[in-house]
């Protein structure tokens, strides 16, 4: 922890001297606090018409860490321990803010919070970060607020404490509300991609060692992006069809793709340990 500790005490200088450099590129991480098992046939959109075996496939869940002298970048922050337990009976293997101890990062040090879409798995614990402001896409703030937000087949993705809390945010002059596409930070933006929810975001971002797509719900596994199969979820098949190819022409242009729920995650990049690897070292796939 020795090197991720001196990472931290040149952090708190920097901010207090208000030192100006070129902007340094971002260590980047993805930690799992959750997973489940699961089939094939229960992930993928008609999954019996590729006459294909069924076979398993477990969905593992994320949220990801972008750091760099200068600031702390959350992208998502998973779904919150006690209610997603009595509402959903879904449990977390590790606890946000203990990963992020792993890390050597404390909710305090965040400074912004990018909230993908507002599914429960990837809003949960946006009160947990006090000093950071938060993004979130314009067309997502207006659909989860809006009049078709309570339909069934809609609400039971979203819990509604989290609508609440960026409610609160927008109040408290916390929220950040996303047009199409937007700077978080020198080094980090994000871009609208819909298909999944009507403002999913993906985020764009200079790592150590190259460019960084953070897909979150935009690919929830490679094989959509590989193979054009659509995860069982959607708010909008076209757009989903759609957002596939443009992550295909941003891994074509050279960037890294990060798929959002994929196992294959934690094989890909190297491990940090049993809940985190290093997105910014890629093992040969």
């Known amino acids: 922890m020795a090197e991720v500790a001196s990472h931290r005490a040149v952090h708190d200088q920097e901010r207090d001297c208000g030192m100006n450099h070129t902007e340094p ?7 799992r606090y ?5 089939m094939k046939s229960e992930h993928f959109f008609h999954y019996a018409l590729y006459q294909e075996p069924d076979t398993e496939l477990g969905l593992d869940y994320y949220f990801w860490v972008l750091r760099n002298q200068n600031r702390t970048v959350l992208v998502d922050c998973g779904y919150n321990r006690d209610r997603a337990l009595e509402r959903k009976n879904r449990r977390q293997d ?48 207006a659909f989860w ?11 039971w993705t979203v ?10 945010l927008a109040k408290e002059e916390r929220l950040v509300v996303v047009d199409g596409e937007s700077d978080v930070a020198p080094g980090i933006s994000v871009t609208r991609l819909p298909g999944h929810t009507p403002g999913q975001l993906i985020t764009h971002v200079d790592g150590l060692s ?19 199969r659509p995860f069982s979820f959607f708010h909008d098949l076209e757009q989903t069809y759609r957002s596939y190819g443009e992550l295909r022409a941003l891994r074509d242009q050279g960037s890294t ?3 959002g729920h994929d196992p294959a995650v934690m094989t890909r990049f190297q491990r940090v340990n049993d809940h985190c690897v290093d997105l910014t070292t890629q093992w040969s796939i």
Do not use: C, W
């Open 159 to 168: 819990d509604s404490e989290d609508v609440k809390t960026v409610q609160r």
């Open 257 to 259: 793709i990060i798929a």
């Open 25 to 31: 590129k971002y260590e980047a991480f993805a930690l």
């Open 34 to 38: 959750a997973s489940r098992p699961g």
């Open 210 to 228: 190259g460019r960084l797509v953070l897909a979150s719900d935009a690919l929830h596994y490679y094989e959509e992006m590989d193979r054009d």
């Open 94 to 141: 590790v606890e946000p803010v203990e990963l992020l101890k792993m890390i050597d990062v404390r909710p305090q040090d965040v400074d912004h919070l990018v909230i993908s879409h507002m599914h429960h798995d990837h809003a949960g614990n946006i009160n947990l970060f006090p000093n950071a402001t938060v993004s979130i896409a314009k067309e997502e703030l």
């Open 145 to 155: 607020t809006g009049e078709f937000a309570g339909r069934d087949i809609m609400a």
